[in-house]
């Protein structure tokens, strides 16, 4: 089995900063792209930020030039660096991975979300 374990959300003050970590445990083979997904109450999910196996990055308009994505390959681990945050941040965020695990195919997995909560 695998699972993705999400880390460091909180509440901060609007300006603030967070760092997000996940890492993907159990027998994996590879991992392509890595991401960061989130879902504000009554909103649909929406990407925030990905990054292919290589270190290639893809941001959403709204948090480019504020949030930084980047992965440790020999942990299995992506992080997202959250820089002069916004009340409209608010939302749970999701890590996912494309992945291939031991005995089984490629597939996509998610984590269970951390909540991201900015005061104004």
């Known amino acids: 089995q695998v699972q993705l374990v999400e880390s460091g959300g909180g509440l901060v003050q609007a300006g603030g900063s967070l760092r997000l970590s996940c890492a993907a445990n159990?027998?994996?083979?590879?991992?392509?792209?890595m991401g960061w997904y989130r879902q504000a109450p009554g909103a649909q999910r929406e990407l925030v930020a990905a990054i292919t196996s290589s270190g290639s990055t893809n941001y959403a308009d709204s948090v480019k030039g504020r949030f930084t994505i980047s992965r440790d390959n020999a942990k299995h681990t992506v992080y997202l660096q959250m820089n002069s945050l916004k009340p409209e941040d608010t939302a749970i965020y999701y890590c996912?991975?494309?992945?291939?695990?031991?005995?089984?195919?490629?597939?996509?997995?998610w984590g269970q979300g951390t909540q991201v909560t900015v005061s104004s």
């Open positions: 996912n991975a494309h992945l291939w695990r031991l005995g089984g195919r490629w597939n996509d997995y």
């Open positions: 159990g027998i994996i083979v590879s991992i392509n792209d």
